[in-house]
């Protein structure tokens, strides 16, 4: 569909937020749509730098099997027609052979509705297994089974309008500045429109979230049952209790304010056990309890617990208690992470649901499903979730594997040995838009699949709204859509009729159909009003929020009128014990690895890692740690770290940013295989999960630090490839015109330009080579240039003497270097085209923290507001404010330490 004013409207393929894009025209800037619901125009650095990823690098843009067991690039090209034929042929003689639990789909809170829908009615409908799960298992499905648990369905009751209409908002477990921009900006605009709005963030890190927050809450890791258990005693012992509601609308209120009342009724006790202080327990409590318009958001760090699910019901409770849910401005919400993740839910891509909200434990839903299916049979119980489906996998019980969409070598605990499962296993396929993945180099089959832009479907952000990914690009080579592959597989095991869709509109309309068929109101879940869509209406189709029983009327809020989906009608109240985290930390491994987002990448970097913009920010993994702990450890800032748990390790970066308190550190999750040597931080987690829900316990795992040693440091750029196997670390980070990168290595290089030239592959003798040397000093600079123009260049010192180099990635778009450009390259220095802006700050408009803090010395700026009338600097997607306030406060204090 095309906005008024032109363009293709889409919705942004990263976050749960969901929003809406407008792209002018192909491979052209992409824009906020401000006509949808979600963001009114605004897109977070990631949105608005989408266009930066349509690039051809990289591409998988034909099947390939591997030919050889060993070497990745032991591939060989295959016509579609054959490649579906083989996965096809080997599911059917696995599952003939040892039964339909010997086969498995991996899938993604990535694949749009109709991919998911396809791929769960194959899996469980016609092969009959529930072996199909999804990476959004690890990110939140406690917050569906807690849902289900309350309310009797999974679902989320407000909207984000409630965010702007709330008095309170409590941010649990989310740096919504950095993983939900948008939300959070709405947020923000909502509190400088209402300073009285207040907000409180209970997070164990003081994240940037914590910038306009009025009390955080740094809570010790795993004690958020205990916390909401003390709000919910605290509330009943205040009467803060809406005793109409708990009387008419709910059950088990006693039992769970028991164990409140046990667990956490001793405020002193609790304080303790939080590690947060009494004082600010009570004006938690206090403020909660006078708030009659409360929010409560929640995401990964209340989710990825081996408590997670109960972390969810304790919120819960205290939203049923004081009756505050479904209506304007109030209610728990759970922010997912990926842009489908509830689309997924609504088809049952979990592997404990089984399809439009209906459950395997009642025969009469899965025959309910068989029926509409039409299918020869129907799983009868859940499969394995994502965790034990590749312990499954290991323990060679599951024989052939489809992963889709997804990378689990790097994004699942104890990922070392879901690499070495993988390698097991007799036959695993990749359906990827990228050829070279952790995953992929295990793949017996790659399938190239569609990115944002080519495929054509729909997507379900965090508040239940349903938008369309229209597809505004030619699919390259032969890539096709997941759905097409799975439905292709589907007809040559036999199941073509019911898998002959032509569309995504068809696919869209049978989902819609089932959500409604002989559903008299009890699952909420319902798009009959979305049923029979034409292909025109389907292709037009505007955001709208489910449950649409009539055409063009959707829901914003569900359970305003106290009428859940249990069968009673009532909501329920779950106890909920405290349970310590499984593993503590001891004398071998006493720090506690927390693991999450940063602001500019997303998920394993293989579509952000495209992004010059987005790379500027945070370049390479790090470990973030309390100085006091750094010192203890023997690392610096700065300097290069292992990090060590039971399962695995990694290196990275030391950084110590004041956000963590003594006893925890930070990982980011995003850097694999592809992108630097050794950071999977996967390869870490500990595999425990919840009991409930199967999610890992991402946030909690014992960890060791350590000095990684390196007897030299380098920094380079090159148009061309390196030789990486000279190294013993190191990162690579994608510029406009060039990839940076970082390293170090060891031992002694007896001759640095012979050595150096190795590395960039440049032939002997380079006709236009310069060079600096300090053998004293241990100091080498090089350049190498062709035809005027910068190919590589290249610096080796001590750490600390290595060049400030932000500036370098410019010279590489010149046409021609000028005799100064090629004296700053010796130099190490800009000589032309200004200072050095310093670390990337502000990514949408490329403001560094050297330009801000001079900006702020030279014309005595002293708010956000006049950094950006300045420098433009915060004044397009806003994730950067909370930096821009840390650098105004430092100047201040600063300047109040050494007065002019
Ligand atoms: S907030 Fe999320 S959905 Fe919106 S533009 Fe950013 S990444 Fe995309």
């Not at 009114?40 to 349509?54: D, I, N, P, Y």
């Not at 007896?750 to 190795?758: L, V």
């Not at 105004?888 to 600063?894: D, F, G, K, S």
Request: charged share 20%.
């Amino acid at each position: 569909m095309s906005g008024a004013d032109g363009g293709v409207l889409t919705t942004c393929p990263y976050c749960g937020v969901g929003c809406g894009v407008r792209v002018p025209a192909a491979d052209a800037a992409v824009q906020g749509d401000v006509t949808h619901p979600a963001n009114g125009g605004r897109l977070c650095v990631k949105g608005s730098t989408l266009h930066e990823t349509l690039v051809p690098q990289g591409r998988l843009l034909q099947p390939l099997q591997r030919v050889a067991e060993s070497g990745p690039d032991a591939l060989q090209p295959l016509a579609w027609d054959a490649a579906l034929d083989r996965v096809a042929g080997r599911f059917a003689r696995t599952i003939a052979e040892h039964g339909p639990d010997s086969v498995a789909f991996y899938v993604s809170g990535q694949l749009l509705t109709e991919d998911y829908y396809v791929a769960n009615k194959l899996m469980k409908g016609y092969i009959g297994s529930g072996n199909i799960d999804t990476n959004s298992r690890l990110c939140m499905s406690s917050a569906v089974a807690g849902h289900k648990r309350a309310f009797g369905e999974d679902v989320v009751p407000g909207c984000y309008e409630d965010f702007e209409l709330a008095d309170l908002i409590v941010l649990v477990g989310s740096n919504t500045a950095w993983c939900h921009p948008v939300l959070y900006q709405r947020i923000v605009a909502a509190k400088e429109r209402r300073p009285a709005l207040k907000l409180v963030v209970v997070d164990p890190r003081r994240t940037p979230t914590c910038d306009l927050a009025d009390l955080h809450l740094p809570l010790r890791p795993g004690s958020d049952v205990p916390l909401f258990n003390g709000l919910l005693a605290w509330l009943a012992a205040h009467g803060a209790v809406d005793r109409d509601f708990v009387d008419g609308h709910t059950r088990g209120v006693d039992a769970a304010l028991a164990v409140a009342r046990d667990s956490a009724g001793d405020l002193d006790a609790l304080a303790g056990q939080c590690g947060v202080q009494r004082e600010r327990l009570e004006a938690f409590y206090a403020l909660f309890a006078a708030t009659e318009k409360t929010v409560t958001l929640f995401s990964q760090g209340v989710n990825q617990s081996g408590q997670g699910t109960d972390k969810v019901n304790s919120i819960i409770n205290c939203h049923l208690l004081s009756g505050r849910i479904g209506r304007p401005g109030m209610g728990p919400f759970s922010m997912t992470g990926q842009p489908n993740a509830m689309g997924g839910r609504e088809v049952g891509g979990l592997a404990n649901t089984l399809a439009a909200h209906l459950d395997f434990a009642e025969p009469a839903q899965r025959a309910l499903v068989q029926r509409f299916w039409a299918s020869p049979r129907i799983a009868e119980r859940p499969g394995l979730k994502a965790v034990d489906l590749f312990e499954a996998v290991h323990a060679g019980r599951i024989k052939a594997i489809w992963i889709v969409a997804t990378n689990p070598v790097v994004s699942l605990p104890d990922a070392d040995r879901v690499r070495e499962a993988l390698r097991r296993c007799e036959f695993v396929v990749v359906s990827d838009v990228v050829q070279h993945t952790d995953t992929a180099q295990l793949a017996h089959l790659l399938l190239p699949a569609l990115a944002w832009g080519e495929k054509d479907g729909t997507v379900t952000n965090s508040e239940r709204c349903i938008s369309r990914q229209r597809a505004f690009r030619p699919a390259p080579g032969e890539a096709r859509a997941d759905w097409w592959a799975f439905a292709g597989v589907a007809a040559r095991m036999g199941w073509a009729d019911a898998f002959a869709y032509d569309t995504p509109a068809a696919i869209f309309d049978e989902h819609a159909r089932l959500s409604a068929f002989e559903n008299d109101g009890g699952r909420r879940f319902d798009l009959r009003g979305l049923a029979g869509l034409t292909r025109a209406e389907y292709d037009a189709l505007a955001p709208i929020r489910w449950p649409v029983l009539e055409r063009g009327q959707g829901t914003d809020r569900l359970y305003g009128d106290g009428r859940f989906s249990h069968v009673d009608g009532r909501a329920v109240f779950v106890p909920t014990a405290p349970v310590a985290p499984a593993h503590a930390p001891d004398a071998a491994y006493p720090l506690v690895l927390n693991t999450g987002r940063v602001r500019d990448q997303w998920h394993t970097m293989t579509r952000t890692g495209l992004a010059p913009t987005l790379g500027g920010h945070l370049p390479e993994p790090y470990v973030d740690l309390h100085p006091a702990d750094a010192l203890a450890c023997g690392v610096r800032d700065g300097g290069l770290a292992r990090v060590i748990s039971r399962w695995g390790s990694l290196v990275v970066r030391v950084r110590s940013s004041g956000e963590l308190r003594r006893g925890q550190i930070f990982v980011p999750i995003h850097w694999n295989d592809q992108f630097a040597s050794d950071a999977r931080v996967g390869a870490l987690v500990n595999p425990v999960v919840d009991p409930h829900s199967g999610e890992p316990e991402f946030k909690h795992t014992p960890v060791r630090v350590e000095e990684f040693r390196a007897d030299w440091h380098g920094l380079a750029y090159t148009r061309g490839t390196v030789d990486l196997q000279r190294l013993a670390w190191w990162v690579r980070v994608q510029t406009t015109a060039a990839q940076r990168y970082e390293f170090a290595g060891r031992g002694v290089i007896a001759d640095r330009a012979q050595w150096a030239r190795a590395f960039l592959g440049v032939d002997e003798p380079a006709p236009d080579w310069i060079e600096y040397r300090d053998d004293g000093s241990g100091v080498y600079h090089a350049a190498y240039i062709r035809d005027g123009r910068l190919q590589a260049c290249l610096y080796i010192a001590p750490r600390e003497m290595l060049p400030a180099r932000d500036w370098f990635a410019g010279l590489f778009e010149r046409l021609r270097l000028s005799l100064r450009d090629r004296a700053s390259l010796m130099a190490a220095e800009p000589f032309t085209g200004g200072a050095d802006a310093g670390p990337q700050v502000c990514s949408c408009y490329k403001v560094g923290r050297n330009t801000i803090v001079k900006a702020i010395r030279e014309q005595g700026l002293t708010t956000p507001r006049q950094v950006t009338a300045c420098l433009k600097a915060g004044g397009n997607c806003g994730s950067c404010l909370p930096e821009i306030r840390g650098l105004l406060a430092e100047c201040a204090l600063v300047e109040r330490a050494e007065p002019a």
